[in-house]
């Protein structure tokens, strides 16, 4: 006979326990209303001060302040003297006060992560999936267009998110990774699949593509010549560095001038320029130093870090270069030679961007905040800088 229609002894009924599909529903609701309150309390963000301490290593780097409000991993990072702009897992791009240390927009409806930020003259350019929003910080935070990776424009916000994300990418469209602003700020380029779509904002209309590489570009970087020339410097998962020479006007598809040659080992991360130097930095771990002039390899540190070279920034007004790893150590280089000058945990999570100002350096990572550095050299003049390197050495 089946036991389960018996009554135990003493002839009580048995009290059935829920089962555990049941409870983990339960769990699973509680959790998330949990998980929703903690959300909702740190959605007004705010930069908290760090209590000054000498770090035992890296003695010239400080974390003066920790930017928190963001509910999921941030991504990446700009900053103006008086600005900070930052994206996220959590679907938006927060703007903060860098004088009052208060967030003051959250810009939203995004259709999945924002993976790139950039900021000119009250235009704020966030990027989500294969869209860049346009936003005019001066009228409310509205979103004036909204460009495709496909080179459409459309006026308005026209990918506004649902509440769902949105996984898959329309067809014709690709991936955007990141954008970059020319030093005018009159054009916009961005890494769409294996090219680079070029953008005149005066007019607000795609004018060309940099074509070339064999695998998605995943990051890219821009300087000007003195003609107003632009200088397009492109990493991208094929281990390749391009450089395409782009001038005023220019329509069309435009093939690289140059081939950085040796290539990394994996895909390429992170650029930056200082000068007449490149810096890149790779998931082969390595770090590499480039010269724009001769177009040709000066130095390498191929074990720069443990882990993928994510981020790279020049520290302001010193012969500095700070290099970020997904295992969220951070490390100062000399930019002359590459010796390394000391290293420090950064984050316990990824570090995923690196922006500098005329004076701070701020890195974003998947710990959902951003942490924002004095280097000391930078504000103490010129003079200091070779004391702050000799103190980041003999630690």
């Known amino acids: 006979?089946?036991?389960?229609?018996?009554?135990?002894?003493?002839?009580?009924?048995?009290?059935?326990?829920?089962?555990?599909?049941?409870?983990r529903k339960t769990y699973d609701r509680g959790q998330a209303l949990a998980d929703k309150a903690k959300a909702k309390e740190i959605t007004q963000g705010v930069i908290n001060p760090v209590p000054v301490s000498k770090s035992s290593r890296?003695?010239?780097?400080?974390?003066?302040?920790?930017?928190?409000?963001?509910?999921?991993?941030?991504?990446?990072?700009?900053?103006?003297?008086?600005?900070?702009?930052?994206?996220?897992?959590?679907?938006?791009?927060?703007?903060?006060?860098?004088?009052?240390?208060?967030?003051i927009m959250s810009l939203g409806g995004h259709p999945n992560n924002v993976v790139s930020v950039r900021y000119s003259s009250s235009l704020v350019f966030t990027v989500s999936t294969s869209y860049i929003k346009v936003w005019d910080i001066r009228d409310s935070?509205?979103?004036?267009?909204?460009?495709?990776?496909?080179?459409?424009?459309?006026?308005?916000?026209?990918?506004?998110?649902?509440?769902?994300?949105?996984?898959?990418?329309?067809?014709?469209?690709?991936?955007?990774?990141q954008i970059f602003l020319n030093p005018s700020g009159t054009v916009l380029y961005a890494a769409a699949g294996n090219?680079?779509?070029?953008?005149?904002?005066?007019?607000?209309?795609?004018?060309?593509?940099?074509?070339?590489?064999?695998?998605?570009?995943?990051?890219?970087?821009v300087d000007q010549t003195g003609n107003g020339q632009d200088l397009v410097i492109t990493g991208?998962?094929?281990?390749?560095?391009?450089?395409?020479?782009?001038?005023?006007?220019?329509?069309?598809?435009?093939?690289?001038?140059?081939?950085?040659?040796p290539p990394h080992y994996d895909g390429i991360e992170s650029l930056v320029v200082q000068g007449d130097c490149l810096f890149s930095g790779s998931r082969d771990n390595g770090i590499k130093k480039w010269d724009l002039t001769r177009k040709d390899l000066q130095q390498q540190v191929p074990n720069a870090h443990r882990d993928w070279v994510c981020a790279l920034g020049v520290v302001p007004a010193s012969p500095m270069l700070l290099s970020g790893c997904r295992g969220g150590v951070l490390k100062l280089?000399?930019?002359?030679?590459?010796?390394?000058?000391?290293?420090?945990?950064?984050?316990?999570?990824p570090i995923n961007s690196i922006s500098t100002n005329s004076s701070h350096l701020f890195t974003a990572s998947d710990d959902r905040t951003v942490k924002i550095w004095r280097a000391r050299g930078s504000l103490d003049g010129a003079a200091d800088v070779a004391d702050a390197i000799d103190e980041a050495v003999s630690n």
């Open 1 to 23: 006979s089946s036991s389960g229609n018996r009554l135990p002894a003493g002839g009580q009924k048995r009290v059935l326990e829920p089962s555990p599909l049941s409870g």
């Open 58 to 103: 890296g003695g010239s780097l400080q974390c003066i302040h920790i930017a928190e409000g963001h509910s999921k991993a941030v991504l990446c990072v700009d900053s103006t003297d008086d600005l900070l702009f930052t994206g996220s897992k959590d679907r938006t791009c927060k703007v903060w006060n860098l004088v009052t240390g208060q967030e």
């Open 141 to 177: 935070a509205k979103c004036i267009r909204t460009l495709t990776s496909s080179g459409l424009v459309n006026t308005g916000d026209t990918c506004a998110a649902s509440t769902n994300r949105t996984v898959t990418i329309p067809a014709g469209e690709n991936q955007i990774n």
């Open 195 to 221: 090219s680079v779509r070029v953008w005149d904002l005066r007019r607000f209309v795609c004018t060309g593509k940099l074509m070339g590489h064999l695998g998605p570009v995943m990051c890219l970087t």
């Open 236 to 261: 991208s998962k094929d281990h390749y560095i391009k450089l395409f020479d782009v001038t005023e006007g220019a329509v069309g598809s435009i093939s690289p001038t140059h081939n950085f040659e």
């Open 333 to 349: 280089w000399h930019t002359d030679t590459l010796s390394p000058l000391g290293e420090l945990r950064g984050h316990e999570s």
